[in-house]
């Protein structure tokens, strides 16, 4: 019946269906929202992977904490959260050259994550894995993107396959 979408910072195209609500990603905050429209379906897309975007601090803040806040606000008694969507990445899988070709969904990252990013995919996907199990209501779908490359593409990944020598 309704989209609402909430974020820190107003959207930068219009929106036409979409009604939007300024509100950083306090629990409470998020919470008051979902009760009083009666949210049935929560999509997270915030997931910062792009060491560009912005620093690892603020990486954890919107990645983890941000993470909880939302997973805190749709477990709240009486939510009428039944469906969860949350974005995340292949890298929770790792990039170590002995790892297998293919992961099914039951198996767990062979080795332990070395860079921050990683570190915070792999909680973030801890914490919904304690959501799932205490809030077996609730449909949790995780969709692990892959990193995107093309010439219009800006990222870490593409800056360095553009330098003109790869260490």
Known sequence: ???IGIDRR???VPLERTEFVQVADA???IRRIVEGAEVD???DTRLVLDPL???PKRAHEN????TMNILTACSAEGSPVRKLVVRSS???YGIHQDDPAFFTEEMRRPHPPRRLLDRDICEVEDALRQFRERNPQTTVTVLRFATA???DVRSACQRYLSALVWP
Request: hydrophobic residues 35%.
């Open 1 to 3: 019946e309704a989209i």
């Open 10 to 12: 107003p959207p930068k």
């Open 27 to 29: 629990h409470s905050l």
């Open 41 to 43: 379906t929560v999509v």
């Open 53 to 55: 975007i912005t620093t």
């Open 63 to 66: 990645n983890v904490i941000g």
């Open 90 to 92: 292949t890298r929770y």
């Open 149 to 151: 490359l093309g010439p």
